[in-house]
């Protein structure tokens, strides 16, 4: 993040130099818009979670199928109850299951240092009870899909997901805080 020039003083870095993820995460928590960084760690959650469930698909086991409904079932409760931290752990839970599911054992943590900034997101789209039954379908798609061992279907479920995702943050999230900007 710094750069040392001897005798003439240390200077920040550009963002795009920095080599710690740590700070860079937590530099793009403050300096960014909300929106701005959670469309970012969805382009991020795209790239490692289409892949993560194509292996899941083939490898997973009835425990991690099982584990699944379990999450889509506590997510559905949640809704009902307007529980939106429960929707969110029930929700994170569904994910990091299809990443163990993977088979690989380095896939979960590949999202491990954006923790906090997921939650965060995740708590900002799940507070529209439209994006929660938008995810549960989505996620009621992936099971099917990974349950049925194909892993082209699987990847077109979990893209279908994130798009869903992206769409719902651009309406529901950002469109509200657009609206409210203008106001």
């Known amino acids: 993040m710094l750069e040392v020039q001897r005798g003439r003083g240390t200077f920040v870095n ?7 993820l740590d700070v860079l995460v937590r530099a793009s928590a403050r300096g960014s818009s909300p929106g701005g960084v959670a469309e ?36 559905l409760a949640a809704s009902v109850e307007g529980d939106v931290d429960l929707f969110v752990e029930a929700d994170m839970a569904f994910h990091d299951t299809i990443m163990r599911a993977s088979g690989n054992v380095f896939v979960p943590f590949l999202l491990e240092p954006f923790g906090a900034l997921l939650v965060e ?21 992936i099971v099917d899909a990974v349950r049925g061992g194909d892993p082209e279907r699987a990847r077109d479920a979990m893209e279908s997901h994130m798009a869903q995702t992206q769409a719902d943050l651009r309406v529901h999230v950002l469109g509200a805080e657009r609206a409210e900007e203008r106001a």
């Open 14 to 20: 550009p963002p795009d130099a920095w080599s710690s």
């Open 40 to 75: 970012r760690l969805l382009e991020a959650r795209r790239m490692v979670e289409v892949g993560a469930v194509q292996l899941a698909a083939v490898r997973r086991s009835a425990e991690h199928l099982e584990q699944m409904r379990a999450c889509i079932a506590e997510m």
């Open 121 to 141: 997101a995740r708590r900002q789209t799940s507070a529209v009870p439209q994006i929660q039954r938008n995810a549960i379908a989505e996620h009621e798609r």
